[in-house]
């Protein structure tokens, strides 16, 4: 799946078959449905999970909770805004 479309899915009700953990959070989150985001990769333990795992508490505004997350990611994903991390995120997971 390409980034355009991804942008395009999410005037769809229903994200489309097929997409990763972390790509479907993201793709909630991008629908401003924070907790079903969450509930997509908060027993996931992979990397990749933890990254989006720990954007959607900083986004929630719990910092501490976000810093515990991305130290057990172990990739440097934060970015100085949301937006740009969700970018980031979404780069890295459609490659």
């Known amino acids: ?35 079903q985001a969450h509930a997509c990769v908060d027993d996931l333990e992979t990397p990749a999970a933890m990254a ?9 505004g719990v910092q501490w909770n976000a810093d515990y997350w991305y130290r057990r990611a172990g990739k440097q994903y934060h970015r100085p805004t949301l937006e740009a991390e969700h970018q980031a995120l979404l780069q890295a997971f459609l490659s």
């Open 52 to 60: 989006v795992h720990a954007y959607l508490h900083r986004k929630e």
């Open 1 to 35: 799946m390409t980034h355009q479309q991804f942008t395009a899915s999410l005037s769809a009700p229903s994200p489309p078959q097929g997409l990763s953990p972390q790509l479907l959070a993201l793709w909630w989150d991008a629908k401003g449905n924070w907790s």
